[in-house]
């Protein structure tokens, strides 16, 4: 079993930041999908993190990947990999219909699905501090969504639709984490996620035009070019925070996201009012996104409780 460094400060700066990352990453892209497709903007990030990851472990000299895959293997590979990608290019559609915030908070129950997942498939167990958790979080959601409830059960509607879309994407994402975790066997995560980057980028190819990108303004240049560090980094700091600290502490710490959105919409829209407008949210909407992140952090640290390690994988769509 992996022994943490114990550094808990640096893991916890880590855990902040790419808190920070996957908080502002929703309103960066909502900026560069002004004038680029879903399924383009996919295609630049998975291309700049298929190039870092690579010319990471080729200085790590962990390349050619090790030995060959089996053939369950390769079928996992593919159920990743289109998992993978339905979940980012999702992602992106329902950011169009609905907004930074509300995309930030519903992509929450991503990790709620894997650990539900992870009872069904692999028997883990769920505690009852995690269904407190899930209540929290269920709950938060009604209250955020109180005075919309129609629409989001109306998927006619623009919001009813994005909702629908965010709920495929949160599932996608759950999928697409079970099969990296049996792949785990046969390969080390920063390979399986070269294999997937590596495949994305060939998968999309045909929707993706990349030619778009000349028609972006220094601004959505700018964020686009943010959303592609952004990968990059917001998992690196994710995966080195769990060298230094508990799984469910980072995981509990990463929750803080939809904190980092709200505060980011109203930054942007200070500093950028034409590019980024202000999101107005009401009282009960920041109660709402409140009881969200709790109910995701409370589930979190149950995991703990349960002796089963919480949601590792990468951030749904991040």
Not at 3 to 26: D, E, I, K, N, S
Not at 125 to 135: D, E, K, P, V
Not at 222 to 231: E, I
């Amino acid at each position: 079993m992996h022994a943490t460094t114990g550094r808990w400060q640096l893991g916890l700066a880590l855990a902040l930041t790419t808190a920070l990352c996957w908080g502002l990453l929703p309103i960066a892209l909502h900026v560069a999908l002004a004038r680029m497709d879903p399924w383009t903007v996919t295609w630049y990030r998975f291309a700049s993190a298929a190039t870092a990851l690579g010319a990471y472990l080729a200085w790590r000299r962990r390349l050619p990947l090790r030995g060959p895959l089996s053939r369950r293997g390769w079928w996992l590979v593919g159920t990743a990999l289109v998992c993978l990608v339905a979940n980012y290019v999702s992602y992106l559609v329902s950011l169009e219909l609905t907004s930074p915030a509300v995309a930030q908070v519903l992509i929450q129950l991503a990790p709620m699905f894997l650990l539900f997942g992870g009872v069904l498939i692999f028997r883990e167990r769920f505690a009852s501090l995690q269904w407190l958790g899930f209540a929290v979080l269920v709950s938060g959601l009604a209250v955020f969504f109180h005075d919309r409830l129609a629409e989001v059960f109306r998927p006619g509607t623009r919001l009813g639709l994005g909702v629908a879309v965010m709920l495929f994407s949160s599932a996608a994402w759950a999928v697409y984490a079970l099969a990296q975790k049996q792949l785990l066997a046969e390969l080390a995560s920063e390979q399986i996620l070269l294999l997937l980057y590596a495949g994305a980028v060939l998968l999309l190819l045909a929707p993706a035009e990349p030619g778009q990108i000349r028609e972006l303004d220094r601004m959505q240049l700018g964020m686009l070019a943010f959303c592609c560090v952004n990968t990059v980094v917001a998992y690196g700091c994710f995966a080195e925070a769990m060298e230094h600290w508990e799984v469910s502490r980072v995981s509990a710490v990463v929750t803080l996201a939809p904190i980092f959105t709200l505060l980011g919409i109203r930054a942007a829209a200070w500093i950028w009012p034409v590019v980024v407008p202000a999101e107005p949210l009401s009282g009960w909407q920041v109660l709402g996104a409140l009881l969200v992140v709790a109910g995701s952090m409370t589930t979190a640290l149950g995991a703990r409780r349960a002796g089963t390690p919480g949601p590792v994988a990468e951030q749904p769509a991040a």
